[in-house]
């Protein structure tokens, strides 16, 4: 039997995955996938808290579905003006290696 | 009454003359002087430059080997006559002071009558309430006068007076004579602050004044060097000396005043004399001995001895005042003022008092026996006669009273002041034949015959000091060693005896050294061959004036048989008859014929080289002339004792504040620095190492959460 | 072992096994490629939930528009070395191990010993008025002007999605 547990969980692994891929990769787009599994597994979450939800108030209003419409909306404005970004620096300094871009360094 | 309510002038007229030699005299002195540099400074160091420059356009020797004297002692070519105005001032007043002291005396002793007698209590002459916090704190700045006052008063200004009128002639020329008398001024004003205190906290005060006045008088020769070879210190380092030895015996003053005024809750020693009955014995004894080691530093006793024989280093007038009749009597006197305090004291108080007196005068006679120097000799002379003072303070008990102490005090600041003066008229005599400083006893000899009135003072004062009999010492010390033997004390009679053999020993010898030797008359004691250079004569006038009135006093002050009933009503008077019927007294005589007789036979007959020969070629006799020629080496221990222990001490904290102190202020400021520099290196610039942060926090908290959840239930 | 549950594990290991694809290649594409896997396998699992909407959303969006622009990223911001080691680790991947692996296992067990446990095993009937889809219930939540509805927060994601397009644009542009 499904439980929420499961779903919860899956949602915690590829959480965990997207922070391992955000903090340990160079290249600043595999950084970015990374914060894309990241958001991915928010959404899972959400939208299985929305699935099993009993209590007869609320669940009606479907609030964990449209919570993760707009975090859909939001990802993919954030993911092109972070593209943007990083074709900027690319252009500057030919390199999109996060490790060298250091500028506020002490 | 209205004689004793005046006689406050006694004690405000040497500071009168004081103020008025500073402010007036003096500065018409140095302003009437002529310019030798130009006024480059402007004030008070004009002045100065004036006076420490007053002999660059003269010369008074013109010997180019007296180059080392011309700072020592600056001369002027004659005195201005503001400084020879400060000299009148200072002596009238003091004449009036010491007439009105003698009509004080004589008045109370019944001699004249010209007021009612004194109350036994004395009468308060002067007081100013200082600081009054109701019951529990009054401080009164009191001056009262009573008999034992008087004594010490007449003492103090009669040897002022004379030392005044004396350093007219011995002062003569000198670019600090007007300094010279203000100073006096004000250190009979010091001495008279204690001599008629009625407080503890006045005689502080006048204990300190002494002392800053002694500081100024021995130090009076600013300029003046050292002169290692003779084993002498600078006036300054000896001015110091004196001040700060007197000072480590203050420590123990102030401490046993202090015991006594947390117990009995005052400092007025009518006050004291009732509310120590009170008081725990043992606690008093104790506070009593801590007072007395102030009379130690004061008076010169071992062990705070050292600065005595340094402070010669003063003006001979200076020595006669400070060191032999006045200053170091200042102890004495404390003793006495205090003596029912310290009989109801328990018995240890005064056998602390006589055994330390004991001790001093038997070690200061020892080393006397060995030195050359003239003013020295009388220095340690001045030691072992205070150490006698003592014994006679502590040997007397309560039906004496302070009287055998105080009366040999009274003779001895007699004779000692003109041994002193004596010693000054020499050695100004001296000065003047071979211009240089000899103050060496074996370049002197033979100066009974070149110098006559000065050779037969001296001789009076030497039979004085000695105890020849019916001279004044005779009365006063040998009642003390009588009294010693009286009070069961046989170790201390013994010591005090052989001391007054080795008295009579060292006195002769000095005198015959000086006036005498193998080849005069008298069988050497009186003229012979002169072993220094240069021509010696008698002194004008007015040195030798006060030198035959103090040989009269000599004499005459042993005499006043009714001393004791004077002080302590109820005393035993003297008596010719009963001190002649007196074994003891024979005994004594026997021992200072003893030891004047040797000396006589020694030094009358051989020549001063053999006799030192002698003692050079047997070893006990020489380590035992060396040991007492370095004074016991007490000096040197002190010496090492300061240098290794005190500055060690020193360095030590130096240390402490260099590396522990500036380490930890310094060490504070390099950890901010090293620790900002290494944290800095947290700001990496780089988002990932933010994250890691971040997330790294999120997982402590989210353990931390988990924990507490589970576990703290 | 019914039905929805094996489908559940099928695409929950395929999603899994992709992400972690994502995240450990060396060639940046083939990571591009899993994580357009990865993707498709959300709108499955979003379609096991009974949230159609936001499975077809997840496609059109995710997998359609994210996905092309991360291909352009790629391929603007070349390097030369694509195929060995455009997509290396930094130094410190242990110390994101760490953190990861901590931060899962507080959150999964935080969530399965939560004493707040909401009725683990439920379903959405009664989710849904009768006879109106979810998508329809979508539309009704996100636009009606009458009813409980999340009208405002619709049109400010619209602003955001303005700014957003004007700003990539402004930083995206040669000068």
């Known amino acids: ?106 | 009454m209205a004689l004793y309510d005046f006689s406050w002038f006694v004690l405000f007229s040497p500071l009168f003359s004081f103020v008025v030699i500073i402010f007036g005299t003096r500065m018409w002195d140095l302003f009437s002087r002529p310019r030798a540099v130009p006024a480059s400074v402007s004030g008070a160091h004009g002045e100065h430059e004036a006076e420490a420059h007053g002999d660059t356009h003269d010369d008074e020797h013109g010997e180019s080997e007296s180059m080392q004297e011309y700072d020592d002692d600056p001369q002027l070519p004659s005195l201005t006559p503001g400084a020879k105005w400060s000299g009148y001032i200072g002596v009238f007043i003091m004449a009036l002071a010491c007439i009105y002291s003698w009509l004080l005396l004589l008045n109370t002793t019944g001699v004249i009558d010209i007021a009612q007698a004194l109350p036994a209590k004395g009468v308060l002459v002067f007081s100013y309430t200082w600081l009054n916090q109701g019951a529990t704190a009054s401080y009164l700045v009191a001056f009262r006068v009573d008999n034992l006052a008087i004594v010490m008063m007449v003492v103090v200004t009669t040897v002022s007076l004379l030392v005044q009128f004396y350093s007219q002639g011995y002062m003569d020329n000198s670019a600090g004579y007007a300094r010279f008398f203000s100073y006096l001024s004000l250190f009979t004003f010091s001495m008279l602050v204690i001599t008629f205190a009625q407080n503890f906290l006045v005689m502080f005060i006048g204990w300190e004044l002494v002392g800053l006045s002694s500081y100024l008088l021995i130090g009076f020769w600013i300029n003046k060097r050292a002169k290692p070879e003779e084993d002498r210190l600078s006036p300054a380092t000896a001015a110091i000396e004196a001040f700060i030895t007197t000072r480590i015996g203050d420590v123990g003053f102030i401490i046993g005043i202090m015991i006594l005024f947390a117990n009995t809750g005052t400092f007025d020693f009518a006050t004291l004399t009732s509310s120590v009955t009170h008081m725990n014995q043992g606690l008093l004894t104790l506070a009593m001995i801590f007072v007395f080691c102030g009379a130690i530093g004061k008076s010169a006793q071992v062990p705070l001895h050292v600065w005595l024989p340094p402070a010669m280093e003063g003006p001979t007038p200076v020595s006669a005042l400070i060191h032999a009749a006045t200053m170091v009597a200042a102890g004495v006197y404390m003793v006495a003022r205090t003596f029912p305090l310290f009989a109801a004291a328990g018995p240890a108080a005064f056998l602390v008092v006589a055994w330390v007196g004991g001790i001093t005068a038997i070690f200061a006679a020892l080393i006397a026996l060995a030195q050359y120097d003239f003013k020295r000799v009388l220095a340690f002379s001045t030691i072992s006669q205070l150490g006698y003072m003592f014994v006679g303070l502590g040997v007397a008990g309560t039906t004496y009273g302070p009287g055998p102490g105080m009366f040999h005090l009274f003779t001895h600041a007699f004779f000692k002041a003109l041994l002193f003066l004596g010693a000054g008229s020499v050695l100004h005599a001296l000065h003047h034949a071979t211009h240089r400083e000899v103050q060496d006893m074996r370049q002197m000899g033979g100066l009974g015959s070149r110098m006559p009135i000065t050779a037969i003072t001296w001789l009076v004062a030497t039979l004085a000091i000695s105890g020849f009999p019916f001279f004044s010492g005779f009365y006063s010390k040998d009642s003390i060693i009588g009294l010693a033997f009286d009070h069961g004390d046989y170790a201390l009679w013994a010591i005090t005896l052989f001391t007054a053999g080795l008295t009579a020993f060292y006195m002769l010898r000095a005198f015959i050294l000086a006036f005498g030797g193998k080849g005069g008359s008298f069988g050497g004691l009186w003229g012979g061959p002169y072993r220094g250079a240069g021509d010696p004569h008698e002194s004008p006038i007015t040195i030798t004036i006060p030198l035959i009135l103090l040989a009269i006093a000599s004499i005459v002050a042993g005499y006043w048989f009714g001393f004791y009933a004077y002080l302590t009503p109820g005393a035993p008077t003297l008596s010719l008859g009963v001190i002649l019927s007196d074994w003891k007294t024979w005994v004594g005589v026997a021992v200072a014929f003893i030891g004047l007789g040797w000396a006589y036979a020694l030094y009358g007959s051989v020549e001063f080289a053999k006799i030192h020969e002698f003692v050079e070629n047997r070893p006990v006799l020489r380590v035992s002339h060396q040991i007492l020629l370095r004074k016991f080496y007490v000096d040197d221990l002190y010496s090492a004792l300061i240098k290794y222990v005190v500055l060690g001490l020193c360095h030590i904290a130096a240390a402490f504040d260099t590396y522990i102190v500036d380490g930890i202020v310094n060490g504070a400021a390099g950890l901010v620095r090293t620790s900002g520099r290494d944290l800095s290196h947290v700001e990496t610039g780089r988002v990932q190492t933010y994250m890691a942060g971040f997330f790294g926090g999120v997982a402590v908290l989210a353990i931390a959460v988990i924990v507490l959840v589970t576990f703290v239930k | 072992m019914n039905l929805a549950t094996l489908l559940f594990w099928i695409v929950a290991i395929i999603l899994v096994g992709a992400a972690l694809t994502v995240v450990t290649m060396r060639n940046i594409v083939h990571s591009a490629l899993a994580l357009v896997v990865v993707f498709g396998m959300a709108s499955g699992i979003y379609l096991l939930l009974n949230a159609e909407f936001i499975a077809i959303v997840q496609i059109l969006i995710y997998a359609g528009a994210v996905t092309i622009l991360v291909l352009f990223a790629l391929m603007l911001t070349r390097t030369n070395n694509l195929r060995t080691d455009s997509n290396p680790t930094n130094k410190q991947w242990w110390l994101a191990v760490i953190i990861s692996a901590l931060v899962g296992a507080g959150i999964i067990y935080a969530t399965a010993n939560s004493p707040h446990a909401i009725a683990n095993s439920g379903n959405s009937a009664g989710q849904l008025p009768v006879g109106i889809s979810n998508v329809v219930r979508i539309g009704q939540l996100l636009y009606s002007p009458t009813t409980y509805s999340y009208v405002l927060p619709f049109e400010i994601a619209s602003v955001v999605l303005l700014v957003a397009i004007v700003g990539a644009i402004v930083i995206g542009r040669e000068d």
């Open chain 1, 1 to 106: 039997m499904l439980t929420l547990n499961y779903f919860l969980a899956l949602g915690a692994v590829l959480f965990c995955i997207g922070l391992y891929g955000a903090l340990a990769k160079r290249n600043a787009v595999a950084v970015l996938m990374g914060i894309e599994i990241m958001l991915n597994a928010v959404n899972i979450t959400l939208v299985a808290f929305s699935y099993f939800n009993q209590t007869a108030q609320f669940k009606t209003l479907l609030t964990g579905q449209i919570f993760a419409i707009f975090i859909i909306t939001v990802a993919a404005a954030e993911a092109a003006v972070a593209l943007a970004m990083i074709i900027a620096i690319y252009r500057k300094r030919s390199t999109v290696d996060v490790g060298e871009i250091d500028l506020m360094k002490w």
